[in-house]
Nanobody
Framework: QVQLVESGGGLVQPGGSLRLSCVAS????????MGWYRQSPGEQRELVAL???????NYADSVKGRFTISRDNAKNTVYLQMNNLNAEDTAVYYC????????????WGRGTQVTVSS
């Protein structure tokens, strides 16, 4: 069984910063992709950023230059540093892990709320 536990969400003013963390436990394939997605009320879940086990990254256009994804493979942890936040970043942020070699391997955390408001 794989578990993903997110932390670090909260209320922040526009222009502020937050750092999200996600710890994965259980069987983690050596070749994997960890990522952050977000979902606002009434909207579909969307990709924010992802990082491969080799360190390759990909970002949504809306967060490029403001968000940075990183990982610590020894700790099975992925981070999302979010800077210069704005109201459009308000959402529930979900952690995901999947493996390109195992299509059935795809797990989600329960999410952490990020609210950007003055």
């Amino acid at each position: 069984q794989v578990q993903l536990v997110e932390s670090g969400g909260g209320l922040v003013q526009p222009g502020g910063s937050l750092r999200l963390s996600c710890v994965a436990s259980g069987r983690i394939p050596s070749l994997n992709i960890m990522g952050w997605y977000r979902q606002s009320p009434g909207e579909q879940r969307e990709l924010v950023a992802l990082i491969t086990s080799g360190g390759g990254t990909n970002y949504a256009d809306s967060v490029k230059g403001r968000f940075t994804i990183s990982r610590d493979n020894a700790k099975n942890t992925v981070y999302l540093q979010m800077n210069n936040l704005n109201a459009e970043d308000t959402a529930v942020y979900y952690c995901n892990v999947n493996s390109p070699m195992q299509p059935a391997y795809n797990y989600w955390g329960r999410g952490t709320q990020v609210t950007v408001s003055s």
